[in-house]
């Protein structure tokens, strides 16, 4: 006897009328049109099950906490990190967790299952990181977060110098935290964000950690930090285990340099985030006319054999003032802004909110196949374009073959003469 059995699914890759057996919190068969005994049958008529979505960057420290203690005037990122440093004196822990909690309920109501976040480690007394170990801990039974140690000041600019600020981050990987993080491009200069790549790449290397940097998020061609990134990666043996956040310098490189830089990122095995909703608000700033756009290069790095993922980064904080935890609103706004409009780029779009993050994190057992965790979404949408086209509504929200949330199919209903009474804004 299964436990549940869903049929008459549309699956991302374009089968349809298959149905997906679980037992035990596992998929143990994928077929078409299966029918079997089961405690539950779940008809999905024809609508698209997909693995959940992932976010393999955010800030979940700072999430929710927009307008505390004032908001950003000018809407830059300088401003941005200025304002965290307004607020983080002013943090207590157990507000930190509620809204990080409350952020989680948001997350799995939109099928959203596991999210990498970083988490400012500058603060000597490390209280955002027990905050979110807590929340970690809070959470495992229905979201997975992976923690970043992120020195957001700068470990070597810090104003508590580098020695205390690499003691901060390296206690916070003892804690628990699980990856390395850094900024090189907030460094005093080139050479200091060039050293501080190396030292965090090599801190990695000796605790067997992944590494994952906000790395060049500037206007600047001459950021390029990312080459240094991908050099370390191969000096320390860390190739699969390093993602480059944001690269945003990457758009604003002259093509030359960049049909160099490529290949040395794909030896390298790096990954990529690029963070759609806020880089596309926060570039460009100091730009007139012609206003660059400032995401990285996202297709070419796919066509180069990136590994590459769309992530949210922020929701209601010193940054963003939106956002509401939709990786089909961050994908949807990534096929914009990087042109990825044919149906094969759109698809790719799709998978750099699932598949793709899913690599970064190292998910075991994603996806939707014999054995893998029962962890899925299914969407009110009959494909992965139209679920973009939609920023469709999650219907039903499974984790290890366990419902964790749902809702209404949406429809409006039309008062007009001489023409449907409901429309799905389907064709
Ligand atoms: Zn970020």
Same mark, same amino acid.
């Given at each position: 006897?299964?436990?549940?059995?869903?049929?008459?699914?549309?699956?991302?890759?374009?089968?349809?009328?298959?149905?997906?057996?679980?037992?035990?919190?596992?998929?143990?068969?994928?077929?078409?049109?299966?029918?079997?005994?089961?405690?539950?049958?779940?008809?999905?008529?024809?609508?698209?099950?997909?693995?959940?979505?992932?976010?393999?960057?955010?800030?979940?420290?700072?999430?929710?906490?927009?307008?505390?203690?004032?908001?950003?005037?000018?809407?830059?990122?300088?401003?941005?990190?200025?304002?965290?440093?307004?607020?983080?004196?002013?943090?207590?822990?157990?507000?930190?967790?509620?809204?990080?909690?409350?952020?989680?309920?948001? %997350?799995?109501?939109? +099928? /959203?299952?596991?999210?990498?976040?970083?988490?400012?480690?500058? *603060? @000597?007394?490390?209280?955002? &990181? !027990?905050?979110?170990?807590?929340?970690?801990?809070?959470?495992?039974?229905?979201?997975?977060?992976?923690?970043?140690?992120?020195?957001?000041?700068?470990?070597?600019?810090?104003?508590?110098?580098?020695?205390?600020?690499?003691?901060?981050?390296?206690?916070?990987?003892?804690?628990?935290?699980?990856?390395?993080?850094?900024?090189?491009?907030?460094?005093?200069?080139?050479?200091?964000?060039?050293?501080?790549?190396?030292?965090?790449?090599?801190? %990695?290397?000796?605790? +067997? /950690?992944?590494?994952?940097?906000?790395?060049?998020?500037?206007? *600047? @061609?001459?950021?390029?930090? &990312? !080459?240094?990134?991908?050099?370390?990666?191969?000096?320390?043996?860390?190739?699969?285990?390093?993602?480059?956040?944001?690269?945003?310098?990457?758009?604003?490189?002259?093509?030359?340099?960049?049909?160099?830089?490529?290949?040395?990122?794909?030896?390298?095995?790096?990954?990529?985030?690029?963070?759609?909703?806020?880089?596309?608000?926060?570039?460009?700033?100091?730009?007139?006319?012609?206003?660059?756009?400032?995401?990285?290069?996202?297709?070419?790095?796919?066509?180069? +054999?990136?590994?590459?993922?769309?992530?949210?980064?922020?929701?209601? *904080? @010193?940054?963003?003032?939106?956002?509401?935890?939709?990786?089909?609103?961050?994908?949807?706004?990534?096929?914009?802004?990087?042109?990825?409009?044919?149906?094969?780029?759109?698809?790719?779009?799709?998978?750099?909110?699932?598949?793709?993050?899913?690599?970064?994190?190292?998910?075991?057992?994603?996806?939707?196949?014999?054995?893998?965790?029962?962890?899925?979404?299914?969407?009110?949408?009959?494909?992965?374009?139209?679920?973009?086209?939609?920023?469709?509504?999650?219907?039903?929200?499974?984790?290890?073959?366990?419902?964790?949330?749902?809702?209404?199919?949406?429809?409006?209903?039309?008062?007009?003469?001489?023409?449907?009474?409901?429309?799905?804004?389907?064709?």
């Amino acid at each position: 006897m299964l436990d549940l059995l869903v049929v008459n699914a549309t699956l991302p890759d374009g089968r349809q009328n298959m149905s997906v057996a679980v037992r035990d919190g596992k998929i143990v068969e994928v077929a078409e049109g299966l029918h079997a005994p089961a405690q539950e049958v779940l008809d999905a008529q024809g609508q698209l099950l997909s693995p959940p979505f992932v976010d393999a960057h955010f800030h979940m420290d700072a999430t929710l906490s927009y307008g505390l203690p004032r908001v950003n005037q000018s809407g830059t990122l300088l401003e941005g990190i200025a304002l965290w440093g307004e607020l983080k004196p002013l943090l207590t822990q157990e507000a930190l967790m509620d809204r990080a909690v409350t952020y989680c309920d948001w %997350a799995v109501a939109k +099928g /959203l299952l596991a999210i990498r976040t970083h988490v400012d480690v500058c *603060d @000597p007394r490390l209280m955002a &990181v !027990e905050a979110l170990l807590e929340v970690k801990k809070q959470v495992a039974p229905y979201i997975e977060l992976q923690l970043v140690a992120f020195p957001q000041d700068g470990v070597l600019r810090g104003s508590q110098g580098p020695q205390q600020h690499m003691d901060n981050l390296t206690r916070a990987l003892d804690m628990g935290v699980d990856v390395v993080g850094g900024i090189p491009h907030f460094e005093r200069t080139m050479a200091d964000g060039a050293s501080s790549v190396r030292l965090l790449c090599e801190v %990695a290397a000796e605790r +067997g /950690l992944q590494v994952d940097m906000h790395c060049d998020e500037s206007d *600047d @061609p001459m950021s390029r930090h &990312v !080459e240094t990134l991908a050099f370390e990666t191969r000096r320390l043996g860390l190739q699969g285990r390093v993602t480059g956040s944001h690269l945003t310098s990457m758009h604003s490189m002259d093509n030359y340099y960049v049909s160099k830089l490529l290949p040395l990122m794909a030896e390298a095995q790096m990954h990529v985030v690029a963070n759609p909703l806020i880089n596309i608000t926060l570039q460009g700033r100091h730009d007139t006319y012609p206003k660059r756009r400032g995401m990285t290069r996202v297709p070419e790095l796919m066509a180069a +054999g990136v590994n590459v993922a769309f992530g949210h980064d922020c929701v209601m *904080d @010193p940054w963003y003032s939106l956002g509401s935890a939709d990786m089909l609103e961050v994908a949807h706004m990534g096929l914009h802004v990087a042109q990825m409009t044919s149906q094969a780029a759109m698809r790719q779009c799709f998978d750099a909110i699932t598949v793709n993050p899913a690599r970064i994190l190292g998910l075991p057992g994603y996806g939707l196949a014999v054995g893998c965790n029962a962890d899925f979404v299914l969407l009110q949408a009959r494909d992965p374009v139209e679920a973009l086209r939609l920023r469709a509504n999650r219907l039903k929200v499974f984790r290890r073959g366990r419902l964790l949330a749902w809702s209404e199919p949406a429809q409006s209903t039309l008062c007009i003469a001489g023409r449907p009474g409901k429309t799905l804004l389907q064709p």
